[in-house]
């Protein structure tokens, strides 16, 4: 675990590094926009967390929940993109007394619909700016995004007709079907905890595509909500693809170049932000995270 955390420390001070100018800018951001840009990431645990608890009927504290998905953050540094945190989650759901079935499926219910969610915000988001970047005269935005989300359809259609691609993706999505649509049919009875979970699912991305826009405010941009959030949205999705810890060089290159088409900034000054966001999302609760999961094994929750 300590020889992936140093990996990615590694990795992620030699692209900060790649330009000069870009790491001086970032030395010299903004005091009180880089402040809230950490209060938007701080935020982001507390709504996870009822984002988690929210398909789980069985009462599960909240403080405990809530450094479980702290936790989180480190173990994504040395398990697989995604499953790290699934796993985490339903560790601690078996600590708590309930049957594998149920806790697989409150889990994998929560993810699938946080995905659903994810996909709904990003059209939303893509109309809403309408393709088009800041520059009005220059296309090369939209075919960009365009692009990106040409590699997401062509990649789906990759593991729905290559055979052997197909078996690895649906070993990878049954734990978050499997009996997650039987969970979701049960929380029915349970509305007040299933508003809660959609809610806490919805405002997840909001409050990191928050972050990364008061990054881009801390470097001395002002650019609209919305192009923010396409950036956040449709960059994370592609870049979490590369097989690295975080995503580390896949989230950044896609994000700062889905920005740079959206905003109409050049890809040096879009990745800038894009780096000051990743610093505080992934390397500011790596040590916090560490010492979160360390505190829940000791007291036997995991």
Known sequence: MVAGALVF?????????????????LLGSDPGWALLAVLAMVLSYPVATLGFLGFVPERIGFARAGLAQLAGSFVRLVAPSGLGGMALNTRLLLRAGIAPG?????????QLVGLLLHLLQLGFFLWLTGFHPDQKSDHTGELVVLGCVGVLLATVLVLLTVPRWRRWALGRLRPLTEGSVTRLRDLARHPRH?????????LISMTLASCLYCCMRAMGYEPRFATVAVAFLLGNAVGSAVPTPGGVGGVEAATAEVLSATTGLGYAQALGPVVLFRLITVVLPVLPGWAALGLLQRRQVL
């Open 9 to 25: 420390a590694a990795l992620l001070y030699t692209q900060a590094a790649l330009d000069r100018n870009e790491y001086g800018l």
């Open 102 to 110: 149920p806790a697989a499926s409150s889990v994998g219910a929560g």
């Open 194 to 202: 299933l508003t809660v979970g959609v809610l806490g699912q919805l």
